[in-house]
């Protein structure tokens, strides 16, 4: 499992955001989302970029048009839109204690980037888990974009693991 830098500042931040960010940055998205396998997996489809490209589902980007590069201790996501539009997401996470991911997550837009950061907290043992996501300091204008994409992403992540494409860890001796 590959971890990626996180500015340290960003766990204060997100428990502190709305006394950080400016007024257009202080809305959120809160979703969450029961999903049958265990954290240790969880976290491998949530950290490894040909993961990533399978579950990650932003609206209106085109099937088999998502691409997750590693780049400069980062990873940027890509997309091409039906209408011919593409986007680019940097983020940078970091694992905390198996059960928590911190993102800084950065839209690119033109020369412009729009910083966010999203918390993720995996609950539950065994097969199944609870994944509750945070986002942090979006603009009014993005939230239905936001909850749409989490939404759909966490139901990818749970169908991913119903095909069971992502091999466990553990070992199953025959009776």
Request: proline share 6%; glycine share 4%.
């Amino acid at each position: 499992m590959r971890t990626y830098t996180l500015d340290p500042r960003s766990a204060h931040f997100i428990r502190d955001w709305p006394d950080w960010l400016p007024q257009e940055h202080c809305f959120s998205v809160s979703v969450f989302k029961h999903i049958n396998a265990d954290r240790v997996r969880i976290i491998q489809a949530l950290t490894e970029p040909e993961y990533i490209e399978t579950w990650f589902s932003p609206p209106g980007a085109l099937t088999g048009r998502t691409f997750v590069l590693p780049w400069q201790g980062s990873l940027l996501i890509c997309w091409s839109c039906a209408d011919g539009a593409s986007a680019r997401i940097l983020c940078s996470y970091r694992v905390h204690r198996r059960s928590k991911l911190l993102i800084t997550w950065s839209r690119i837009s033109g020369l412009e980037t729009i910083p966010s950061f999203v918390k993720m907290q995996l609950l539950g043992d065994f097969e199944r888990t609870i994944v509750q996501l945070t986002h942090v300091g979006l603009l009014r204008s993005d939230l239905s974009f936001y909850e749409d994409l989490w939404n759909a992403s966490l139901e990818k992540l749970n169908n991913l693991f119903s095909a069971s494409s992502i091999p466990s860890n553990r070992k199953t001796h025959a009776p």
